[in-house]
């Protein structure tokens, strides 16, 4: 039994890893309506488009779009699409509804049927006769429906018979009948695979029956036939029949494999006229155009294949049955990829000889046989443990593991066997001590050992390994190994990184830069001068390696690599910054193999006198499984590299001749957003000031870079003072709240081998300045303040002259009023009583009251006349005018009335008012109030005062009031009517005008209880 259980143990533990080139998987996870796809299509732009059983899929690197019914497809089963020559895609569905993909607008469009006889058929077919008209056959009686897709327009079809070779409208001796004769079911597959063939409109290469020169009997066995630009391809179980216009060629099965006992099962067309791929029942192979068989596909046998298709940059998508779709590079097709069970990564390698040993993250062990095949260590209570490194001498092999732990094996139980037996180390008390026996004295003092760092061969029987504190060779004495320290008097601390070089010369490394020892008289050279004048040379180390001259190849922890040989280091400028797992020197090709985070670089043609080099760069389009290496070597013309997804595999010459792909990238702007809202994507775009907010989609569709796309942009202003390209990590940018202006935007991008993608048509967008803010405005504005100033000069001009117009001839009718109050106050009747009166004195020889009379007459006309010059006078000269003229009235009535002038104290005596202003205020209250007064008890009262701001004059009589005044004047027979009330309210309203003097005019009619006149009271208010 035990014997058994060994077989079965070495059995497996021998069996050979499958070796394929890795394989990108998509699936429903990532974004596919379904894991079943039919077939994929690139459209003109490079977008990807994936037919499945439940729905459409547009792919363009980075994620999925979907679209369904939900959508607006009259169909979720849709199995082929293709483009015609304007740019829209048309789409096979089983389903009697049109419908295409217009890529100049992105919008679905859908035709419907109108014919209800033929609304259980499906499409076959599509065929461009001119730019809006598409022709449709249908799989009821291969019904033949002519579409004007501007007007939306379907309508019945007859073809016409033009030809032999006017597919797919042919006479009956030609391919179709042949094929409907003997009734083969693939006339749907004779329409349909040459969807994108017809589409282009280019005739089909199609034999001549009648000539005898074609095996009709070929149809009998047919699998596939395939429609091609220049031939027309058939194939059997046993054989492929090429038609062209060149005639007939026929390929056997045995030309295309070895194997015997192989029919073929499939032909698929790729899309591409450089592939075909044959599938047998016993394997899968790519053939090139002239039918030469160039890669085995045998990871296809895994999977139940659709199609394949070839897309611009010769990637090669599988579309598959029920596992989605699955990616391979063209460059990745001759690379193989190993996955381990347990875990992918492979963190060390050391070759040995014709093999190589590598470890795993897992603690695994394998080796690399001379034939390329893989062998799995079988160990009994293995260490579990990530590998960290690996040493091997002619005759012990040491693995040091992360995590103190470490074993030796025989070198030729490491190269031969299977099955291993550790030399453990001892363990005390949980830590690793390297002594046989315990306690064993080396040298005077027992050595306890913590955690290796790294390790390397000295000779060909002597192991050195270096700690956190300090650097011991292992070596096999009287079946024991020996732990011996080293450079005892040097102190450089936690060493991560040796090289045993040349001329007994030791390359350490550590946080703090490059050291190399002398184990001649060990010491150690620091080279502390050269670190401060090249400062890369203190930056830390994570691994090293020398040349056959001594030369040490240094990889930083982010800072690059560099060559040192105590001179002058050569530094690799392309790789600054980076992170540097892994260094391998091939000496066969002089070439430096760099592992890194962002894959392998490859240093060729290198000439230290000039720092001259070639670069190369291996990634996931060579089929790196991921760009985190951490060890690699070459043998055999073969790169092993270790990765953090598994182990890799390619051929060093393909490496070093890499072809560098000729297409260039197409990059797309996807959306133009304005305000959020979507618009027609264009190169000009002209915007209100309030459309000032933009978002920009763009992609680069390299589906070899796998996102590795670098994308850099910029924004020019009107004044394009900025001129520099800024990196983007999105796939879009937003520019919000841009000031009016004009703003070209610029993108472009590099995939990932660092060729730059196809330029765009740089974006132009015009945002319109806010009419406040255009030059017309503000011309407009100039103008029109410019207007407002001179129009209202010439207004100002003209208010003043009307003004001073007014003010003269307010001041004639000034002069005019108070002439005409002067000759008021100098009425006939008051001028001829008071000549009257004196002249009645002089008759009755009373001279001396002639004379007071006379004297008061003339003293009165003299006030009169000095008041009219002058526009204002003195309220006390106001009071003596008044009292000459009342007395002067009184004489003339016969003192039927009295009167009484008052001034209050407080009014000053320069205080002025206008002239013959009062009077004619006085003379009404005599001529009309007090004149008809009897037994003489009339009174008149004139008072005046100081108020706030003006002067207040009172004027009170008793006499019969203005209605009995106006009463009488209703009856009297006198043709004499004073103006003297008139004459003075203009003469207010001109002072108001004039002189700005206001006044104000109150008259108050006074009653007694029982409502009878006792006369009228005037208040004059003069404001200062």
């Known amino acids: 039994m035990k014997q058994l259980l060994l077989f079965i143990f070495l059995l497996i533990s021998s069996l050979s890893f499958a070796q394929y080139p890795f394989l990108r998987s998509y699936t429903v996870d990532n974004g596919l309506p379904s894991s079943n796809v039919y077939r994929a299509y690139q ?20 994620h999925f779009e979907s679209f369904t019914t939900k959508n607006g497809l009259p169909n979720n089963d849709v199995w082929q699409c293709a483009e015609d020559n304007q740019k829209r895609i048309w789409f096979l569905t089983y389903s009697s509804v049109f419908f295409y993909f217009d890529t100049n607008d992105n919008k679905f469009y859908t035709i419907p049927n109108p014919y209800p006889d033929l609304q259980d058929s499906h499409i076959w077919c599509y065929v461009q006769t001119a730019p809006n008209t598409v022709q449709v056959i249908l799989s009821k009686g291969l019904e033949v429906l002519e579409i004007d897709v501007k007007k939306k327009v379907v309508k019945r079809f007859m073809p016409r018979k033009i030809g032999n070779q006017s597919y797919p409208f042919i006479n009956n001796k030609t391919h179709l009948s042949v094929i409907m004769s003997v009734g083969s079911p693939f006339t749907l597959r004779a329409y349909s695979e040459g969807l994108t063939h017809n589409l282009k409109n280019i005739p089909h290469v199609l034999p001549r029956f009648d000539k005898g020169n074609f095996p009709t009997e070929i149809f009998d066995k047919l699998i596939t036939i395939l429609f091609e630009d220049d031939k027309t391809i058939y194939a059997t179980a046993d054989k492929l029949v090429v038609y062209s216009k060149e005639g007939l060629k026929q390929i056997h099965i045995s030309n295309l494999s070895p194997l015997k006992n192989n029919p073929i099962t499939l032909l698929l067309s790729t899309g591409s006229l450089k592939y075909k791929l044959c599938v047998t029942e016993k394997e899968s192979f790519l053939l090139d155009e002239n039918f030469n068989r160039l890669r085995q596909f045998d990871f296809l046998n895994k999977y139940v294949l659709n199609t394949i298709y070839v897309d611009s940059e010769e990637n090669f998508w599988f579309c598959t049955k029920d596992k989605g779709l699955l990616f391979l590079s063209k460059q990745a097709m001759y690379s193989a990829t190993y996955n381990f069970q347990g875990g992918n990564s492979v963190v060390a390698m050391q070759q040995f000889e014709n093999k190589i040993i590598f470890g795993t993250g897992k603690g695994d062990l394998y080796r690399i046989n001379q034939d390329e095949s893989i062998t799995r260590f079988l160990i009994k209570d293995p260490i579990h443990l990530p590998v960290r490194d690996i040493a091997i001498t002619k005759e012990k092999a040491m693995i040091a593991y992360f995590g103190m732990d470490y074993t030796m094996y025989s070198t030729k139980a490491l190269m031969t066997k299977t099955r291993l037996s550790i030399n453990k180390i001892i363990k005390k008390n949980g830590q690793s001590d390297l002594h046989e026996p315990i306690n064993r004295k080396y040298d005077g003092e027992s050595v306890h050992w913590i955690d290796f760092k790294t390790i390397d061969t000295l000779d060909a029987k002597t192991i050195i390994g270096y700690n956190a504190l300090m650097m011991v060779k292992l070596f096999e004495s009287k079946k024991y190994y020996q732990a011996r320290k080293m450079f005892t008097k040097v102190n450089i601390p936690k060493i991560v990184a040796m090289h045993v070089g040349s001329n007994h010369k030791i ?49 930083t922890n982010g800072f690059g690599l560099y060559a040192f040989d105590g001179g002058s280091p050569f530094v690799v400028s392309e790789l600054a910054y980076e992170n540097i797992n892994a260094v391998f020197l091939d000496n066969k090709t002089q070439t430096v193999w760099v592992g890194t985070n962002k894959g392998v670089f490859v240093l060729s043609n290198i000439d230290f006198k000039t720092k001259q080099y070639q670069l190369k760069k291996l990634s996931v389009i060579q089929g790196l499984p991921t760009h985190e290496v951490y060890c690699l070597t070459v043998q055999n013309d073969i790169v092993w590299i270790g990765t953090a997804n598994g182990l890799f595999k390619l051929g060093v010459k393909y490496v070093l001749n890499m072809p560098v792909p000729k297409a260039q990238v197409p990059l797309v702007i996807r959306r133009v957003k304005v305000n959020n809202q979507d618009t027609l994507v264009t190169t000009h775009y002209e915007l209100e000031h309030t459309q000032n907010n933009l978002t920009i989609e763009f992609v680069a569709l390299s589906y070899m870079s796998n996102k590795n796309i670098r994308y850099q942009y910029r924004l020019l202003g009107s004044n394009q003072s900025d001129t520099h390209w800024r990196e983007v990590e999105e796939l879009q940018l937003s520019f919000p709240f841009l000031p009016p202006g004009t703003y070209i935007f610029d993108l472009r991008a590099y995939d990932v081998t660092g060729k730059i993608t196809q330029k765009i048509n740089p974006i132009r967008f015009h945002i319109k300045a806010p009419f406040w803010q255009e030059t017309w405005f503000w011309v407009v504005i100039a103008i029109l303040i410019v207007a407002i100033i001179l129009f209202s000069v010439y207004a100002r001009i003209q208010f003043i ?13 000034f002069a005019q009023l108070e002439l005409q109050a002067l000759q008021a106050q100098m009425n006939p009747h008051f001028v001829f009583n008071a000549l009257s009166s004196i002249q009645y004195y002089i008759l009755n020889n009373d001279i001396e009251a002639a004379n007071d009379y006379l004297s008061r007459f003339s003293r009165l006309m003299r006030l009169f006349l000095e008041s009219s010059r002058n526009k204002y006078i003195s309220v006390h000269e106001e009071s003596e005018l008044l009292d000459y003229y009342i007395t002067l009235e009184q004489l003339r009535f016969k003192n039927r009335f009295t009167f009484q002038i008052s001034i209050e104290d407080d009014v000053p005596h320069e205080l002025e008012i206008p002239a013959m202003l009062i009077q004619p205020f006085v003379e009404n209250a ?21 108020k706030d701001d003006y002067v207040l004059c009172t004027i009170e009589d008793n006499g019969i009031g203005r209605a009995k005044a106006a009463e009488l004047k209703q009856k009297s027979l006198k043709s004499y009517q004073s103006q003297a009330t008139q004459i003075t309210a203009e003469r207010i309203q001109s002072l108001k005008y004039i002189e700005e003097t206001k006044v104000e005019v109150n008259i108050i009619d006074k009653f007694n209880e029982i409502g009878e ?3 009228t009271k005037v208040e004059i208010l003069i404001y200062l």
């Open 43 to 62: 459209d003109s732009k490079g977008f990807l488009w994936f037919c499945t059983d439940k729905g459409l899929a547009r792919f363009d690197g980075y």
């Open 507 to 555: 390359w350490v490394g550590n946080s703090k830069g490059i050291y190399q020892l002398s184990m001649i008289d060990s010491t150690a050279e620091l080279f502390d001068k050269q670190k401060i004048q090249y400062p890369i040379l203190s930056r830390a180390v994570k691994c090293l390696v020398s040349d056959k001259n001594g030369r040490a190849w240094v990889g």
């Open 801 to 813: 002259q009307r003004v001073e117009g007014e003010r003269t001839e307010a001041n004639k009718k």
């Open 926 to 946: 005599i001529n009309h109030g007090l004149v008809y007064s009897k037994n003489n008890e009339g009174y008149l009262r004139i008072h005046f005062c100081l």
């Open 1013 to 1015: 006149s006792q006369g």
